[in-house]
């Protein structure tokens, strides 16, 4: 029929899994598609819309959507899942690839995900925030929202600016944080879930583009290693509050990222550009990732911000240029905007599998 692909014998497509692909590029299905954004956004006041299989879609359609709601409200956020999956021509296709091609659009990004807890699609599996250091690359192009900060950076896929890329270790789909840990990390203990847990979410929280929390995350969610909940009942899927009592640090600990965060807009750079003068690598040994942001640039309160990743199970040091002050912001299971201690030295130590930020 009209509302839907068919292939060369007239059957329906199937690239959703779901039984038929709809066809967005087609003109009345594409106004029925705007049309509902835009009811949505003036009759509910809905401020921020992710688009399931966003690839199954085309770029006009998605195009205006975007340009229709960001006329209703241009504080609407516009997310979507950019997997290249569809049965149309794959320069139309709403995907990661063609980012570049969307407009006030972001997409999630499997890259920083897999490269920190390991891919979605193997449960045994452990990424650079557990235990396999070689997934290095894939968190650094992360960090720096898969934007083009470097020809030596080798990104799946380009942002044009770090607002394109949702950074996240945990979505509905696949195992939470929490079971990916226990299942990919042999012998891991309660404690190292809550740590890794802490680890994994802070590099994407802090990561330049548009960080990502799944209900529940803060307080170690689990559905029993269950990684493709959504025909499973209410005891696996619903959120168990008593949880977030027993892991109150935890909850802690992301409140405190999400508040330092949003205190300091070197954390949020809108630009490649700003990315690319401002956020500056440290070389560093055992799979460290260091880096500085020059505050002052972006009109931040703080001159420079120091952020350091140490993935490996023991403690590392980081040696700086030179002797200076600073103050810490995060390190081990504390995380906010007040100062936790000082320190007027060149060598800095880093608890194992955690992530440590400073400040001048």
Do not use: C
């Not at 192009?141 to 380009?158: C, E, H, M, P, R």
């Not at 954390?267 to 440290?282: H, P, V, W, Y």
């Not at 990732?289 to 002052?296: R, S």
Request: a positive charge; glycine letters at 8%.
């Amino acid at each position: 029929g009209y509302w839907f692909r068919t292939d060369e014998s007239g059957s329906l497509t199937n690239a959703s899994g779901v039984g038929n692909d709809v066809a967005s590029e087609r003109p009345m299905v594409r106004k029925f598609i705007v049309d509902s954004f835009k009811y949505w956004a003036s009759e509910y006041n809905f401020d921020g819309f992710r688009i399931d299989l966003m690839g199954l879609m085309d770029i006009q359609t998605i195009n205006e959507v975007s340009a229709e709601l960001k006329k209703i409200d241009p504080t609407i956020i516009i997310i979507g899942e950019g997997w290249d999956m569809g049965t149309h021509p794959a320069e139309i296709r709403a995907t990661q690839k063609n980012i570049s091609k969307l407009n006030n659009v972001a997409v999630f990004n499997d890259q920083i995900r897999d490269g920190l807890k390991g891919s979605v699609f193997n449960p045994a599996d452990p990424g650079w925030a557990t235990g396999k250091l070689t997934s290095r690359s894939d968190v650094v192009v992360g960090i720096v929202g898969n934007t083009q900060y470097s020809d030596s950076f080798l990104a799946k896929w380009s942002a044009l600016a770090p607002g394109q890329s949702v950074n996240y270790v945990e979505s509905h789909d696949n195992m939470t944080l929490a079971d990916k840990i226990t299942s990919s990390v042999k012998g891991v203990t309660p404690a190292g879930v809550i740590q890794l847990s802490h680890f994994a979410s802070s590099v994407a929280l802090l990561s330049q583009g548009v960080p990502f929390i799944h209900a529940g995350q803060e307080f170690l969610r689990s559905k029993g290693g269950d990684e493709n909940s959504y025909k499973s009942s209410d005891e696996v899927n619903s959120l168990k509050w008593s949880t977030k009592s027993k892991y109150v640090s935890t909850t802690k600990y992301f409140q405190g990222l999400i508040a330092l965060r949003k205190a300091h807009p070197a954390f949020r750079m809108s630009t490649t550009a700003q990315i690319k003068a401002n956020l500056k690598f440290i070389p560093t040994t055992n799979e460290v990732i260091a880096y500085t942001i020059k505050g002052a640039a972006v009109k931040d309160s703080a001159k420079t911000i120091l952020v350091i990743h140490n993935p490996n199970p023991g403690t590392a040091t980081l040696t700086l240029p030179t002797k200076s002050k600073w103050s810490v912001l995060v390190k081990g299971a504390l995380a906010g905007t007040k100062t936790i201690e000082t320190l007027n030295t060149k060598t800095i130590t880093i608890q194992g599998q955690s992530t440590m930020v400073l400040k001048q």
